[in-house]
């Protein structure tokens, strides 16, 4: 993967599945982003359209009402959640009918109890495991529960720990708030074990996707590059970054090579337009009319170009294809300026 080859002119030719996250892809809180919704209503005239969301907070027909609210017609069974893939988890460890003790909120719970195990939300009725996931509600009542639950570790006979996802950020109207992984790192310094991981980057919820809509070419966007973009790469997935949402080009330019986006794109009217090639000619890398030359530890701007997003793409090209580390290069800010965020 990443930016070195090219076989299509736009990034959904060839694809026969769109997969897209939500927080900071398609919504910021009760929101829809910018070109969202009309960029994705006209990729799915040619191939399905489905979401992967690792928000445990809330049913996949409530998601799927939102969407439609904004104007993205969506079915229930077009939403796959973090609950889902952790339910898929769950039944490899604990029959059907287990008492599983539940940090989260309605849309977890509906998941579990949809799978026919029994939810209590106290350490004391002897729950066969805790599942964790987010909800805006979770506080210090809930988090406790947990670790009394989880006083024991599993190789010693304790119970499993499950956590729907480890994001430990979330895009809201207001700004960035802090998401499940900083809940879950809660229970873990109280109890000093790590949960199970249902959601991106893990493979689960990718593989209950593609498998839901029978795809052999899905593509997948998503916001951030430690859950989106890497779990993609997890799953054999091509994957889109957007620049919408929570990681910036800074990040882009420092990704490790288990997070590189197949492709890279402001906002998703780019998705509809022809992706240019990158083309190395000696120690430049031009993509468009963008152009960076590598010297040593210095990144160089030969050309800005007439496209931001050309010289983010260039910039990671030439940067990634060095095989080092972004700290050992002194790199202009130019290259990482931020034009793209909530266009």
Known sequence: MGLFSRSRPTPLDGVDLVLADLDGVVYAGDSAIP??????????????LAYITNNASRRDSVVAAHLTELGLDT????????????????????????????????????ELEKAGYTVTRSADEGPAAVVQGFAPEVGWAQLAEAAYALALPEDEGGIPWIATNTDWTIPQSRGIAPGNGTLVSAVHTAVGRLATVAGKPERPIFDEAVARFGATRPLFIGDRLDTDIAGAQVAGIDSVLVLTGIDRPKHVLAAPIVSRPTYIVGDLRELHEPYPETIVK??????????VRIDGPDVHIVSEGDRPIDLVRAGAAAIWATGRAIYG????????ADPFHRR
């Open 75 to 110: 079915q229930p069974h077009e939403v796959v959640t973090s609950p889902q893939a952790a339910v898929r988890l769950l039944r490899d460890r604990v029959a059907v009918g287990a008492t599983i003790l539940v940090v989260g909120g309605d849309g977890l719970v509906f």
């Open 35 to 48: 070109h969202a919704v009309e960029s994705l209503t006209t990729s799915r005239a040619d191939r399905p």
């Open 329 to 336: 290069f002194r790199v202009p800010e130019r290259l990482y």
């Open 282 to 291: 000696g120690d430049v890398t031009t993509v468009g009319s963008a152009s």
